[in-house]
């Protein structure tokens, strides 16, 4: 069964950093992994994804050079390192498993219960 919980949310100013991390376990060891995130009145958006075998990343340009996608060596933990946040990065923030990273639109069959970011001007 995956099991995905968030951690590391909360309130910062713009400019500044927030390290998001995911208790994961219970996913496909050759799958991606990644991060997603829904603001209000808005779609869920895919963010950045890494492939559990190798540590390929996909990012989505919104994020590039800003996010960068993390796994710890046991593969149980996964982490979002945000820097230069804006308050347009205001949202909810969630793990996923399972993630299909491409094309305008991405996808993921297991999601994690989310963790609030807030980024105030």
């Known amino acids: 069964r995956v099991q995905l919980v968030e951690s590391g949310g909360g309130s910062v100013q713009a400019g500044g950093s927030l390290r998001l991390s995911c208790a994961a376990s219970g996913y496909t060891y050759g799958s991606y992994i990644g991060w997603f995130r829904q603001a209000p009145g808005k779609e869920r958006e895919g963010l950045a994804a890494?492939?559990?075998?190798?540590?390929?990343?996909h990012y989505t340009d919104s994020v590039k050079g800003r996010f960068t996608i993390s796994q710890d060596n046991a593969k149980t933990t996964l982490y979002l390192q945000m820097n230069s946040l804006k308050p347009e990065d205001t949202a909810m923030y969630y793990c996923?498993?399972?993630?299909?990273?491409?094309?305008?639109?991405?996808?993921?069959?297991?999601w994690g219960q989310g963790t609030q970011v807030t980024v105030s001007s």
């Open positions: 890494i492939f559990s075998q190798d540590g390929r990343t």
């Open positions: 996923a498993a399972d993630v299909s990273p491409y094309g305008s639109t991405w996808f993921a069959n297991y």
